[in-house]
Nanobody, 120 residues
């Protein structure tokens, strides 16, 4: 099993910035294929925000392209999401997801979520 701990959420005014972090840990050896941030707005479905693979490739949702930056440190097993020029529609619970192998088995692991609220 891999545990993910997210931090950095909070309340910010529109146009402001927040930085989310997610750190992975496990009692077993594990390797990371990718780490991804998802979000779930109130009353809506969970959606992909940004992903970074183990070789550094990134992709973003169109709605955050140019405003959000994802970065991964796979030595520290941490992924961060720098969110700039925040809009009210960015309000959501943000979840970190790790896709990786523990003892050779490929699995997905999720964090507990962190609330981001952008006031207009």
């Amino acid at each position: 099993q891999v545990q993910l701990v997210e931090s950095g959420g909070g309340l910010v005014q529109a146009g402001g910035s927040l930085r989310l972090s997610c750190t992975a840990s496990s009692a077993s050896d594990f390797t990371i294929n990718s780490m991804t941030w998802y979000r779930q707005p109130p009353g809506d479905q969970r959606e992909l925000v940004a992903r970074v693979t183990s070789d550094g490739a990134t992709n973003y949702a169109d709605s955050v392209q140019g405003r959000f930056t994802i970065s991964g440190d796979y030595v520290q097993n941490t992924v961060s999401l720098q969110m700039d020029s925040l809009k009210s529609e960015d309000t959501a619970v943000y979840y970190c997801k790790l896709l990786g192998r523990v003892d050779g088995t490929l699995s997905a692991y999720w964090g507990q979520g962190t609330q981001v609220t952008v006031s207009s």
